[in-house]
């Protein structure tokens, strides 16, 4: 009864490729985003979904789109992927919307790797 | 904008003792204070938060932190320290007031010897 899963685990791919990263929760949360992770653990947001709708909205290149289908799923398409786009990505959720005082639960993460 | 800093790249502490993690913020509105704790190769955990109220949380597996107004801090504290403690920390706010990303600190590694 996984509360927040990411599929891939693990994802290895050349430069200029163009990959899916899955997020699913099964909390009932109507807020996800989408985290990355940096090699020196730095931690930061790239986006957030309320309810399907796009609220958060980082400096992140638009060769990286997030798509809502429903608020229990949000995905990461990664176009072009380049060395620097190698990180750990983690999704979270959380209820009450991303300006509320709900904490975050998080999933595994993807550790994604372009050689 | 909001931010928070965690001063200790890493904490040392044998096991039994008491041990502290720091943690100071900055926001323009009242702050939505967070603990995490990340084991290698998974994703963050919830620990503990300061939303408002009694100014000392308690949290899971006997952390608890204490939210000082007047020094902008939420250090992060337990009793006595376990090996299986040992683990990375991650301070983050909010700025409570209208709507705000949550921004994390830069992380600190706790490190339990027996």
């Known amino acids: 009864d996984t509360a927040v899963s990411q599929t891939p685990k693990y994802l290895v791919t050349q430069m200029g490729n163009d990959k899916s990263i899955k997020c699913e929760q099964n909390?009932?949360?109507?807020?996800m985003y989408w985290y990355k992770q940096d090699s020196k653990k730095f931690l930061k947001i790239m986006f957030s979904y309320n309810n399907k709708e796009l609220i958060i909205n980082e400096t992140v290149p638009n060769r990286f789109s997030p798509k809502s289908p429903d608020k229990a799923h949000l995905n990461l398409h990664i176009n072009s992927l380049e060395l620097g786009d190698s990180a750990v990505y983690f999704c979270?959720?959380?209820?009450?919307?991303?300006?509320?005082?709900?904490?975050?639960?998080f999933g595994p993460g993807t550790r994604l790797t372009v050689l | 904008a909001q931010s928070v800093a965690q001063p200790e790249d890493q904490v040392n502490v044998a096991e039994g003792n008491p041990l502290t993690v720091k943690c100071t913020y900055s926001v323009s509105g009242n702050p939505y204070l967070f603990w995490y704790v990340q084991y290698p190769n998974r994703g963050l955990q919830f620990l503990l938060k300061?939303?408002?109220?009694?100014?000392l949380v308690k949290g899971s597996y006997g952390f608890e932190a204490e939210f000082n107004k007047s020094q902008t801090s939420f250090h992060l504290k337990k009793p006595s320290a376990l090996v299986s403690d040992s683990a990375l920390y991650f301070c983050a706010v909010r700025d409570g007031t209208g709507f705000q990303k949550l921004v994390f600190g830069t992380g600190t590694r706790l490190l339990v010897s027996p």
């Open positions: 909390l009932g949360h109507d807020t």
């Open positions: 979270a959720s959380s209820q009450g919307g991303a300006g509320g005082p709900g904490e975050q639960f």
């Open positions: 300061y939303i408002t109220g009694d100014n």
